[in-house]
């Protein structure tokens, strides 16, 4: 399927260096039988056009297979006398091919369909604002990042890589950028779209055999938002078509914007040499957003849905509901529903009461505000926070002894050191006996499942994190 993919797009790219006349009588089947990294092996027909193709075009399939892989150094022909066999899925037909290529080229001159795709993103919510996007200490680096490229896209930060865990608002902050750039910028073309999206889009070019139109209408952006990348893992001819218009727009100094759930060297799943163009520009993250934040972000879409919610509602909620900002809405959502079926004003133990139903921790707000806190420095602070709270040696959190009186200390420890000091899963890795970054990320996940089920353990790990401030 790989080699089919290439070579289909090998011959749209030659179909656009060569005279018609020139391609209908010299390229009749081809197929690829051997592919590395520098080189391409050809099937043909027959020896007349092995002959011909080494002499008249072998710059120009030389120059196409380049356009696919820069990395192609070499080409080669030989002949395959079984080359017609209908049941052959991987041969292209050139003729055939021609003949479609140049209908699908003439109904895009028709319907100009790409630019019209390209100027009018409906996927993007327009409420979307950097002035309503909340800053906090989790978001500062971001929101700074994203204001810059609105002043000047394609000059500060480019690429721009934004990483973060899921539900922490950055779908928020990509599309107040693309609002922010088309209301400073009307001339510029500014696409926002998701890797999904992306991988459809890809896939309907293949079909059509249109790969060559899609570079071009990616060519004519200025401004390229790309949100929750993760979903091309394992998607490799998708990632090698994003690599093809990576190059083209950096080249031509367009702003690239990307978001991803990890660092860039921990996205193991993605092509080394895609993974090497997201580390060139700046790379930010966003993470749980600290009480404060909590509170701000609650109170200002409950301001933009015109409800009014008690202080020591909203302050408890912010205290209680510490994962993400989809759970602040989700919260808010029941009490605005609840409050226009019933009439009833959101009073504090009822939203206690309720908060515990949904499995909510139901810390009281004073109980962890007026805690003593503690100023976090470096890894070794929140270690011996950790291990003061279990009541256990801090050598013990660091060996890998996998006791579980040892092993949640040491797993809390590896959670609060990437969600409060923004570590990334290498940096902690080093710090644990050189475990290797994936046992981390494990730990980490494992932690945030059993804190969901286990109410005791959620209100440990809340008691520890609302008594530390960086």
């Known amino acids: 399927m790989q080699k089919s993919f290439i070579l289909q797009n090998i011959v749209s790219n030659i179909i656009e260096k060569i005279k018609k006349q020139d391609f209908l009588v010299y390229f009749r089947k081809l197929s690829i039988i051997e592919l590395s990294d520098t080189k391409i092996t050809f099937w043909v027909v027959s020896g007349f056009m092995k002959d011909n193709l080494e002499a008249k075009f072998h710059?120009?399939?030389?120059?196409?297979?380049?356009?696919?892989?820069?990395?192609?150094?070499?080409?080669?022909?030989?002949?395959?006398?079984?080359?017609?066999?209908?049941?052959?899925?991987?041969?292209?037909d050139c003729a055939s091919f021609y003949k479609d290529f140049n209908k699908s080229k003439k109904s895009a001159k028709v319907t100009n369909s790409w630019n019209l795709e390209l100027k009018t993103t409906k996927t993007v919510n327009k409420r979307y604002t950097l002035a309503n996007f909340v800053v906090g200490s989790d978001s500062q680096l971001a929101y700074s990042a994203c204001e810059a490229v609105c002043r000047n896209p394609g000059k500060s930060y480019n690429p721009l890589y934004i990483y973060w865990d899921v539900w922490l608002g950055k779908t928020h902050l990509l599309q107040a950028t693309w609002n922010e750039i088309i209301k400073k910028f009307k001339e510029k073309n500014v696409v926002y779209t998701t890797?999904?999206?992306?991988?459809?889009?890809?896939?309907?070019?293949v079909k059509k055999r249109s790969i060559e139109r899609l570079r071009e209408k990616y060519k004519e952006v200025d401004v390229l938002i790309i949100d929750d990348v993760q979903f091309l893992s394992k998607k490799e001819q998708t990632q090698n078509e994003l690599y093809n218009i990576f190059n083209i727009l950096y080249e031509q100094n367009k702003q690239i914007v990307i978001s991803w759930d990890r660092a860039p060297k921990e996205l193991e799943e993605l092509e080394p040499r895609l993974r090497s163009r997201f580390e060139w520009g700046i790379t930010v993250d966003i993470w749980r957003p600290d009480f404060e934040t909590r509170l701000a972000i609650l109170q200002e879409k409950a301001r933009e849905r015109e409800f009014m919610i008690p202080q020591d509602v909203a302050e408890y909620i912010a205290a209680n509901v510490t994962e993400n900002v989809r759970e602040l809405?989700?919260?808010?959502?029941?009490?605005?529903?609840?409050?226009?079926?019933?009439?009833?004003?959101?009073?504090?133990?009822?939203i206690a009461e309720k908060l515990k139903k949904l499995s909510f921790t139901t810390d009281m707000l004073g109980q962890t505000k007026n805690s003593q806190k503690t100023?976090?420095?470096?890894?070794?602070?929140?270690i011996k926070k950790v291990s003061d709270h279990f009541w256990i040696e801090t050598e013990w959190i660091l060996w890998q002894n996998r006791k579980k009186e040892f092993m949640i200390p040491r797993q809390v420890s590896m959670y609060l050191l990437k969600t409060k000091m923004n570590y990334t899963y290498e940096r902690i890795w080093n710090i644990f006996s050189g475990r290797n970054h994936a046992a981390v990320l494990y730990s980490c996940k494992q932690l945030e499942k059993m804190i969901k089920k286990d109410q005791t353990l959620l209100h440990e790990v809340n008691t520890i994190r609302d008594s530390i401030w960086i």
């Open 329 to 350: 809405e989700w919260v808010l959502n029941q009490m605005v529903a609840e409050y226009e079926l019933s009439g009833q004003t959101p009073a504090l133990a009822k």
């Open 195 to 205: 890797a999904d999206k992306f991988i459809t889009e890809y896939v309907t070019a």
């Open 375 to 382: 100023m976090i420095k470096s890894y070794e602070d929140i």
């Open 59 to 92: 710059k120009e399939i030389l120059e196409a297979s380049k356009a696919e892989n820069q990395n192609i150094e070499e080409i080669e022909f030989k002949i395959d006398l079984n080359i017609d066999n209908p049941s052959n899925k991987d041969v292209i």
